[in-house]
């Protein structure tokens, strides 16, 4: 799994942060392994690739 931070990706892709939990939750629904890091509340892990994390981050923004 690759380990990401919500915010790096949300500046990079000029997006509002949702909440790690929330995006968590989200791919985990897609069908990837994901988890919340436990050495910084705002990082997460997950099998899934960058397109399909950005994805989803963005459709987390439009409330799909």
């Not at 705002?42 to 923004?61: C, G, Q, W």
């Amino acid at each position: 799994p690759t380990y990401y931070t919500v915010d790096s990706l949300c500046r990079r892709i000029g997006v509002v942060t949702p909440s790690p939990k929330s995006l968590v939750d989200y791919l985990r629904g897609m069908g990837y392994r994901s988890t919340l890091t436990h050495f910084d509340g705002r990082a997460f892990k997950t099998e899934a690739p960058i397109d399909v994390v950005e994805d989803s981050i963005l459709s987390l923004r439009m409330g799909r």
